[in-house]
Nanobody
């Protein structure tokens, strides 16, 4: 299993970023996927998850500003982040969910990407 994130970087407050995650090594169209982040002073925060049928769920940190999507043909999952704030600064991870996952309360992770840095600063 390989998950490779891209699209991170430096953005000003109020700006937007679109993270991508390229998946390989497993049947992408049989697994839910999630985005998780680790921000300074906090543990890992689940942001969003998406089932194969495109049903989407969001955690509190996403707070109406983030949107998850997936492309089954490309084996990719995305996180559109709008109105970014300095407190969104951190490392963002794409994760493959286990079959026991039931969003949003029972989330099982099978594999993680290496993470990508997002910095929100003026």
């Amino acid at each position: 299993v390989q998950l490779v994130e891209s699209g991170g970087g430096l953005v000003q407050p109020g700006g937007s970023l679109r993270l991508s995650c390229a998946a390989s090594g497993f049947d992408f169209n049989r697994h839910a996927m999630s985005w998780v982040r680790q921000v300074s002073g906090k543990g890992f925060e689940w942001l969003s998850g998406i089932y194969v049928d495109a049903r989407r769920f969001y955690g509190d940190p996403a707070n109406g500003r983030f949107s998850i999507s997936r492309d089954g043909a490309k084996y990719e999952v995305y996180l559109q982040m709008n109105n970014l704030k300095p407190e969104d600064t951190g490392v963002y991870y794409c994760a493959k969910n286990g079959i026991a996952t039931i969003f949003p309360h029972t989330i099982v992770y099978d594999a993680w990407g290496q993470g990508i840095q997002v910095t929100v600063s003026s």
